[in-house]
């Protein structure tokens, strides 16, 4: 059964920095697409950041060049590194993974960035 767990969310001021962790569990990791995304109040689910099984990686244009996505396919687990961090940021973090053509979703974790 597959499992994805996030972390590291939370509250951080404006131009602040955090990291969010993935951990994957029963699938095969290592051969999956990859994803976040986030949700703020009142708003649709959209796509941050996704990287692929070869690591290729896409941004959403509101986070090129702040946020970071990373797999390290020994240890099953994905990260986002966000960096200035704005008030717009806030919003429920989501781990995706598709695994033949089924798509996985995490619990989310919240992050909210005061100004």
């Known amino acids: 059964q597959v499992q994805l767990v996030e972390s590291g969310g939370g509250l951080v001021q404006a131009g602040g920095s955090l990291r969010l962790s993935c951990a994957a569990s029963g699938s095969r990791f290592s051969s999956n697409s990859m994803a976040w995304y986030r949700q703020a109040p009142g708003k649709q689910r959209e796509s941050v950041a996704v990287i692929g099984s070869g690591g290729s990686t896409n941004y959403a244009d509101s986070v090129k060049g702040r946020f970071t996505i990373s797999r390290d396919n020994a240890k099953n687990t994905m990260s986002l590194q966000m960096n200035s961090l704005k008030p717009e940021d806030t919003a429920v973090y989501y781990c995706?993974?598709?695994?033949?053509?089924?798509?996985?979703w995490g619990k989310g974790t919240l992050v909210t960035v005061s100004s």
């Open positions: 995706w993974m598709k695994q033949l053509s089924v798509s996985y």
